[in-house]
């Protein structure tokens, strides 16, 4: 599945990396502990966060990961941003918390 369709079916707003909405998703990550995400997150998932700083983007890439969705209503900082737009991974956001918008990208992902 395509970070646009995820976008679509989740109702997420697009803050940066719009070069990265045809990046595929197949599967999802929720962790708010950069060293965990990099242990343990597999390329090509996306990644549920609270964090908006730059280090996500530099795990991000590390990781090969498709997009980053931030939930609670943060938003990435500017440099985050920035890099985001560079490497062409998208940070998306929602209101709901870590917890519904996993179970909801999980079943969209399992259909």
């Known amino acids: 599945m395509k970070v646009e369709e995820i976008?679509?079916?989740?109702?997420?707003?697009?803050?940066?990396?719009?070069?990265?909405?045809?990046?595929?998703?197949?599967n999802g990550y929720v962790s708010d502990l950069l060293s965990d995400v990099m242990g343990s997150a597999e390329a090509g998932s996306t990644w549920i966060t609270l964090q908006t700083h730059k280090n996500v983007m530099a795990i991000a890439s590390l990781k090969e990961l498709s997009a980053i969705?931030?939930?609670?209503?943060f938003k990435p900082e500017d440099d985050t941003a920035t890099q985001s737009n560079e490497e062409n991974i998208p940070v998306l956001g929602t209101d709901k918390q870590a917890f519904e918008i996993a179970g909801e990208l999980f079943n969209l992902l399992k259909k």
């Open 69 to 73: 969705i931030l939930v609670k209503g």
């Open 7 to 26: 976008v679509k079916a989740l109702d997420l707003r697009v803050f940066s990396g719009e070069k990265g909405l045809s990046n595929e998703i197949n």
